[in-house]
């Protein structure tokens, strides 16, 4: 367990529609990012938050938004979803510093049918 | 363009062999890390990185730190098929504002 939760850990739904995927970051960390891959890629970064403000943003699709709430998980929500949007999504987490390495969850596997 | 290039994208060896999975950029980073992914599930930190020239031993593997901080490598010495995974370097720039910078991956095989 690496403290990163993320739910649902699967999620199969149709094109056109709306899901919400969650993640609770590791005790202590302040940092939330939100990551896809697809099928044999690297990583994608998609979105960051730090203590609950937007802090970058990277490929992130219109259709997509994500927030982060004070107790500090973060949801990624994808809209109008498309069959090109089946992917891995990850959350990380991380203390902010130039020695520290970011903890991910075990993923959210979303399949668009 | 990627800012960090691994090289290479792919290989397959004979368990028991020796490998070298390179990070190389252009740019020079504060700190240079290695992670580990396996099939469907998250990646997994091995190894930070934070000094010029820095060798770091974790059993078999062996990471590096180039002298001018701009690339790295990762040594396996008697690779086992417990190592087969997807391997990704990724690094810190000063002016990334905390945001690790990915390169695209080496996806390592060992066959038993």
């Known amino acids: 367990d690496s403290g990163v939760t993320q739910t649902p850990k699967h999620l199969i739904t149709a094109t056109g529609q709306r899901v919400t995927l969650r993640c609770s970051p590791r005790?202590?960390?302040?940092?939330v990012y939100w990551y896809q891959q697809s099928l044999d890629q690297g990583l994608q970064f998609l979105i960051q938050y730090y203590n609950g403000e937007e802090r970058a943003k990277g490929n992130i699709l219109e259709r997509f938004s994500a927030q982060q709430f004070p107790d500090l998980h973060s949801e990624l929500n994808l809209s109008s979803l498309e069959l090109g949007d089946s992917a891995l999504y990850f959350c990380a987490s991380s203390v902010e510093g130039y020695d520290y390495g970011y903890t991910f969850g075990s993923g959210t596997r979303l399949t668009v049918v | 363009t990627q800012l960090l290039e691994q090289s290479p994208q792919f290989l397959s060896i004979q368990e028991g062999e020796n490998l070298t999975v390179y990070c190389n950029s252009s740019s020079v980073f504060s700190s240079l890390q290695w992670y580990r992914q396996e099939p469907g599930e998250g990646p997994v930190l091995l190894v930070t990185?934070?000094?010029g020239g820095e060798v770091k031993k974790l059993k078999r593997l062996t990471f590096q730190f180039g002298d001018a901080r701009k690339d790295s490598s990762l040594h396996i010495t008697a690779a086992q098929p417990g190592d087969t995974g997807l391997y990704l370097c990724?690094?810190?720039?000063?002016?990334?504002?905390?945001?690790?910078?990915w390169g695209a991956g080496t996806k390592l095989i060992i066959k038993p």
């Open positions: 005790s202590g960390d302040l940092s």
């Open positions: 990185v934070v000094t």
């Open positions: 990724a690094g810190y720039r000063y002016d990334s504002n905390y945001q690790l910078i």
